[in-house]
């Protein structure tokens, strides 16, 4: 369970998602003094991306973040730390509750609701996985074997969130599907993405034709 009030960390064009499993290195010294608070209570605190239309200076955090737990640490000798986190649950960020000597804040943690039946959900997710193993064969990079792990994750709010975070690679998407609490509404979205970067990737093909990628200017 993720406590009312627990530490934030904010990082540019980064977003954890439930489940998904994220390295940190940690160096600066308020987040060496969060890690070690962290680590001596419940292990849990949450990440933000930092919202693109504020003032950078000021690391204005999105609204909705995620919450995770550290799963594995290693303090190096020089005072820094690599970590891996796992994201637990979506939350609301409503407000600071301190600045010193690092940023605590009051959160609620969000639910997801299905947003159709559950066969529907699965049929959706089926139909993600598809899209997501074309693109991969028309040749979008992958971490490999990331495609054969998908298989065998059978909840679809899990399966989109996982994919998500692993493979969109733009911010402010990923940023949007975070906060999309409806599951069906994240499956289509996400699945309209894949089908445009497809109908992308195939037209690119076609206007190229048998010449490699160097040459498409002759064409």
């Not at 693109?52 to 737990?69: H, K, L, M, N, V």
């Not at 996400?190 to 195939?202: C, K, M, Y």
């Amino acid at each position: 369970m993720v406590p009312d009030e627990i530490a934030l960390m904010t990082l540019p064009e980064v977003t954890l998602f439930p489940q998904a499993l994220m390295p940190l290195h940690i160096f600066e010294t308020r987040y060496r003094q969060m890690l070690k608070e962290v680590l001596a209570s419940h292990r849990i605190f949450a990440v933000a991306g930092l919202r693109s239309d504020a003032d950078p200076s000021e690391e204005q955090a999105q609204r909705i973040a995620t919450a995770g737990i550290v799963r594995a640490c290693n303090l190096n000798a020089d005072g820094t730390s690599n970590l891996l986190i796992q994201g637990l649950s979506r939350v609301e960020i409503l407000g600071t509750v301190s600045e010193s000597p690092f940023r605590t804040i009051r959160v609620k943690t969000l639910a997801s609701v299905r947003g159709a039946t559950e066969s529907e959900n699965s049929k959706l997710r089926h139909r993600v996985e598809r899209l997501i193993a074309l693109k991969s064969q028309l040749g979008a990079s992958m971490p490999k074997g990331f495609s054969q792990y998908l298989k065998t994750v059978d909840d679809p709010e899990a399966f989109v969130d996982l994919a998500v975070f692993t493979l969109c690679e733009d911010p402010d998407l990923k940023q949007r599907l975070l906060e999309i609490l409806d599951v069906r509404q994240r499956l289509e979205l996400f699945g309209r993405v894949l089908r445009a970067d497809i109908d992308q990737i195939s037209l690119h093909r076609r206007l190229q034709g048998d010449l490699p990628a160097d040459d498409i200017s002759n064409n």
